[in-house]
Nanobody
């Protein structure tokens, strides 16, 4: 059993900062990658930022220079530091992880239940 817990959402003012975290727990052999996606009403879910087990990062163009993703491998946790937040960042953010639970598993997708980030004055 694998689950993702993603506290950290909340209300911030435009230009402010917020830090999200996501912790994976359960029977885990290896975490291949972790990150966040977000989805606005009526739109497709889009990638925000991901980080692989070796530290390679990937960011959406809309958040480059503002968001930073990092990891704590010992705790199976990933962090998203969000700076210079804009009203358009107001959306539900979903933690995602590609996790193998056995050595021969290439990885499966796991999703958190989502956390709401609201950017408003």
């Amino acid at each position: 059993q694998v689950q993702l817990v993603e506290p950290g959402g909340g209300l911030v003012q435009p230009g402010g900062s917020l830090r999200l975290s996501c912790a994976a727990s359960g029977s885990i052999f290896s975490i291949i990658s972790m990150g966040w996606y977000r989805q606005a009403p009526g739109k497709q879910r889009e990638l925000v930022a991901t980080i692989t087990k070796n530290g390679t990062t990937n960011y959406a163009d809309s958040v480059k220079g503002r968001f930073t993703i990092s990891r704590d491998n010992a705790e199976n946790t990933v962090f998203l530091q969000m700076n210079s937040l804009k009203p358009e960042d107001t959306v539900v953010y979903y933690c995602h992880a590609a996790i193998s639970v056995v050595p021969w598993d290439g990885g499966m997708d796991y999703w958190g239940t989502g956390t709401l980030v609201t950017v408003s004055s």
